[in-house]
Nanobody, 122 residues
Framework: QVQLVESGGGLVQAGGPLGLSCAAS????????MAWYRQAPGKQRDLVAT???????NYADSVKGRFTISRDNAKNTVYLQMNSLKPEDTAVYYC????????????????WGQGTLVTVSS
C-alpha cells in the first residue's frame, strides 16, 4: 500500500522557523511532481509550493521568500522549510504527490498525506 507520511508540524512563535517533511512509502515505480498545500480553518485548501522531479519549483505569492521546498528523489521525500512564519500561516499542511505505480509505471496515483497542523502564535 502506497502512502505519504508527514512529520514536523507543531506550535511556533511568529517570526520563527519550522520544517516539514513527507515521505512516500510502498511499492513505487517513481514519484513525479510533489507539492505542499494548506488549509486554514473555514477556508479552502490552497497550493503552497510545487516541485517537479527535476526540481522546477513554484511558490504561492504569499510564501515567496519565506518558504523553501526541496526533495530527495532517492528517499521519495519532499521537504518544506518555513521561515519568518506569520499567524496567517496557521493551517493544516498536506503533502501531495503524483506517484507512478506498476511494473512499468503505467498507473498514476494522486496521493495525499494525512495532514500536519502548523500553529503560529502572535
Amino acid at each position: 500500500q502506497v502512502q505519504l507520511v508527514e512529520s514536523g508540524g507543531g506550535l511556533v512563535q511568529a517570526g520563527g522557523p519550522l520544517g516539514l517533511s513527507c515521505a512516500a512509502s510502498g511499492t513505487i515505480f517513481r514519484v513525479n511532481d510533489m507539492a505542499w498545500y494548506r488549509q486554514a480553518p473555514g477556508k479552502q485548501r490552497d497550493l503552497v509550493a510545487t516541485i517537479t522531479r527535476g526540481a522546477n519549483i513554484n511558490y504561492a505569492d504569499s510564501v515567496k521568500g519565506r518558504f523553501t521546498i526541496s526533495r530527495d528523489n532517492a528517499k521519495n521525500t519532499v521537504y518544506l522549510q518555513m521561515n519568518s512564519l506569520k499567524p496567517e500561516d496557521t493551517a493544516v499542511y498536506y503533502c501531495n504527490a503524483q506517484i507512478r505505480l506498476g511494473v512499468l509505471g503505467q498507473r498514476v496515483l494522486d496521493a495525499w498525506g494525512q495532514g500536519t497542523l502548523v500553529t503560529v502564535s502572535s
